[in-house]
């Protein structure tokens, strides 16, 4: 019996061990990540190299050559287009060549920390099923204008977004930015070059799914890229601290693994 018991134990202890996890991923798997609404932007509807326009009917930040064959659209995280960080970001897209386009995803509404709506609530008008809808007439328009190439890349909530666009042929290729509520069968619906670029410190993409989107990938012979940047929390490419130099380079250094990814699957000609 003693025996017994002394095989049983480790074995017990060994499967508690591994459903912690598992149940973990399960129950965080509707909700965003801890870190997804810290260090909040303060929103500047004037920030930025480039302007606002309409495009496809949906305001956008847009930057960069306005004749350029190429174009990436930058789907925002619940802060929406007016995030200063994320204009740069464009700003920066826009130098490699790009049209850059920031869409307003929510028309003039995006969260807001601290006020009486809970983000589920939110959320409920500003489902990422609708920003995939919403982002289609916005690249048909710039289809229209002659970009024949486009990329996007989401963040957080525009993460799930762009993993919605990357299962069709609207886009050339697609780069997630510590993406949300992401799921295996997302991933095996990918058609085209995709790169994740995730934080070590996120509960909502822990390392073992990527692990298994990096698999699902490679054995469907898409082009990926999986990086998973170390010491640094969900959001640290959008939503650094300015006076930070550490939180500041860890953002450069994903900022220019977008851009690379971007510039090696978004072409000039086909
Ligand atoms: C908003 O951005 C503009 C342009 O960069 C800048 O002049 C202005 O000071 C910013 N406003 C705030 C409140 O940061
Ligand atoms: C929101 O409230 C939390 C908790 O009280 C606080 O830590 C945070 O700084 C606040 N954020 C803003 C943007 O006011
Ligand atoms: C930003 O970083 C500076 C320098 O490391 C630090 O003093 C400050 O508290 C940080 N701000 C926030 C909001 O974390």
Not at 66 to 86: C, F
Not at 163 to 179: S, Y
Request: proline content about 5%; hydrophobic content about 40%; glycine content about 8%.
């Amino acid at each position: 019996m003693a025996q017994i018991a002394q095989l049983l134990i480790p074995f017990l202890l060994l499967s508690i061990f591994l459903s912690l996890p598992l149940g973990h991923v399960a129950e965080e798997a509707g909700s965003l990540s801890r870190h997804c609404l810290e260090n909040p932007p303060t929103l500047n509807s004037s920030y930025g190299a480039g302007s606002v326009k309409e495009i496809g009917g949906l305001k956008a930040y847009v930057s960069g050559p306005y004749h350029s064959k190429r174009a990436v659209i930058l789907v925002s995280d619940v802060y929406g287009y007016e995030a200063p960080h994320l204009r740069k970001i464009a700003d920066k897209v826009a130098r490699s060549g790009f049209y850059a386009v920031v869409p307003d995803f929510f028309f003039g509404d995006p969260y807001v920390a601290n006020t009486s709506r809970t983000i589920p609530d939110w959320l409920k008008t500003h489902g990422t099923d609708k920003g995939f809808e919403d982002a289609k007439p916005v690249i048909a328009a710039l289809k229209q204008k002659g970009i024949h190439a486009i990329g996007a890349a989401g963040f957080c909530w525009g993460g799930n977004v762009v993993t919605k666009l990357a299962k069709t042929n609207l886009i050339k290729a697609a780069v997630l930015l510590h993406p949300s509520w992401v799921t295996v069968d997302d991933i095996k619906a990918v058609k085209v070059p995709i790169a994740i670029l995730a934080a070590e410190l996120d509960n909502g993409t822990p390392a073992k799914q990527l692990e298994e989107f990096k698999s699902v990938l490679s054995q469907d012979k898409v082009k990926n890229f999986i990086k998973i940047y170390p010491k640094v929390k969900h959001g640290w490419t959008v939503r650094y601290n300015d006076t930070d130099t550490t939180a500041v380079k860890a953002a450069n250094e994903a900022h220019k693994d977008l851009l690379s990814w971007l510039s090696k699957y978004v072409k000039k000609r086909y």
